[in-house]
């Protein structure tokens, strides 16, 4: 595993133009295998998670062809339905194939899907979506074997509005026989973008963005074309990155109005923001505010993705901030490392509740999971002296060249 090694201290300031959202580009990408045909999908970002995903349209037996940003997916020879657990293992999200490859070949097998270790992140909603439009369903060894002689539109209630289980109704029912609905939807801005790519293809999905989506069952879809909407946590991670050092920085391509609670706590944390249509410049104080309490929630909650980044704001703030996890049970692994360069955090439960310090000290950290990862360059970007970043293999899962694009800003950050 490589390691980021960054020398505190110095302002990010500039200007970003930020990349496409890895949790809308991989169930889209899932999805093209529903068609027959040929789909290109424009401002796919450079990750590891969306070169696993190619890996396993490759092997069902699809085209995957990338130049620059985009990605096209020819689907006409599809082969095979079923993903072996290697690939599974790696990657939690290739579990919504599931719903795209029973949607196109009445049966899929996968195996137990990994993914970075925040929590049990069962998926036990999936599959009662799933049974819900009639895919009888056996796990065995490890394997998760579905099968559906015809797929019937039906009522769908999920307990909670997991994000993965509202993907996989979706990608279901849009060939299912008759309409379906899905209430309790998760109304995150990547599932509407989801849902845009579907009735692209053809589908008649309405709804989404509401916590209720109905799907009106087509025979079949078609390819399509299609932009990927811009990733709202790397947007904000590259803005706490320029707020703890004192920066200011510029970011284009982006939705201002997906990052609604995220931008309200950066303003009361005393960034001072200038918000468009698709652009967003802060300027932030010299020493940041800390926040009363952050409770992470389904959208439009406050992210979970980003509590992390956003506690190694709260670490060098002034005065003391409370944290929340409400969504994943083990998402407080950024913490001990944080520790080690002088943060003053403590965890009870599924709270942290973290005293800011004048300054951190650069030190030696491992990120164990993705947006740890990006917390602890967060930190260390503002910590005195250098530090070094090893598992940056987690932080490659959902940041493009985050070297590349801090060290325009002024960082002085280097891989080894
Ligand atoms: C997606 C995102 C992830 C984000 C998360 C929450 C992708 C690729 N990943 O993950 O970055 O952190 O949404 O916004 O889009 N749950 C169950 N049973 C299930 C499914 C989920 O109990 O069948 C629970 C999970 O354990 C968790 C909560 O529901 O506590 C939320 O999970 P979910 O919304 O499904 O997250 P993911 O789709 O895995």
Do not use: W
Not at 127 to 148: D, R, T
């Amino acid at each position: 595993m490589g390691k980021l090694i960054i020398e505190g201290g110095k302002k990010i300031s500039g200007e970003i133009c930020v990349q496409g959202a890895k949790n809308a580009v991989l169930p889209i990408l899932a999805a093209t295998v529903m068609a027959n045909d040929i789909s290109v999908l424009k401002n796919c970002p450079y990750l590891r998670d969306v070169d696993k995903t190619d890996l396993v349209l490759e092997r069902l037996g699809c085209k995957v062809i990338r130049e620059n940003n985009t990605v096209t997916v020819d689907a006409s020879g599809m082969n095979d339905c079923v993903i072996c657990e290697d690939l599974m293992r790696e990657m939690r999200s290739s579990i919504v194939f599931l719903g795209a490859i029973i949607s196109r070949c009445k049966k899929a097998v996968v195996s137990m899907p990994g993914g970075c270790p925040i929590g049990l992140r069962p998926i036990d909603l999936h599959l009662k979506a799933l049974k819900s439009l009639g895919v009888e369903i056996q796990e065995e060894h490890g394997y998760i074997k579905c099968k559906a002689e015809e797929l019937c539109g039906g009522n769908i209630h999920l307990d909670f509005p997991s994000v993965g289980a509202t993907e996989n109704a979706m990608l279901a029912a849009v060939c299912a026989k008759g309409t379906t609905t899905i209430s309790n939807a998760a109304r995150e801005p990547e599932i509407v973008d989801l849902g845009r790519f579907l009735n692209c293809m053809g589908a008649k999905v309405c709804g989404m963005g509401s916590s209720v989506i109905s799907i009106e069952g087509v025979e079949k879809l078609h390819g399509a074309e299609y932009t990927i909407m811009p990733d709202r946590i790397v947007a904000a991670t590259y803005l706490a990155a320029s707020a703890v050092t004192g920066g200011e920085i510029c970011l284009k391509q982006v939705r201002p109005k997906d990052m609604g609670a995220m931008l309200h706590v950066l303003a009361d944390m005393g960034a001072v923001l200038k918000i468009e249509k698709n652009s967003i410049v802060q300027q932030a104080p010299r020493r940041l505010n800390s926040v009363h309490t952050i409770r992470t929630m389904p959208y439009p909650g406050f992210p979970t993705d980003i509590q992390s980044p956003f506690m190694a704001m709260a670490a060098v703030a002034e005065g003391t901030s409370v944290f929340v996890e409400n969504i994943f049970e083990n998402r407080f692994q950024h913490v001990d490392e944080l520790a080690r360069m002088g943060a003053d955090i403590k965890v009870v439960g599924r709270s942290a509740v973290v005293r800011g310090v004048k300054k951190l000290q650069g030190s030696n950290v491992v990120a164990r999971e993705l947006r740890g990862g990006a917390a602890l360059v967060v930190a260390a970007l503002c910590a005195q002296g250098v530090t070094t970043i090893t598992g940056t293999d987690f932080i490659d899962r959902g940041y493009e060249s985050i070297e590349k694009y801090l060290s325009e800003c002024g960082a002085k950050i280097r891989r080894e």
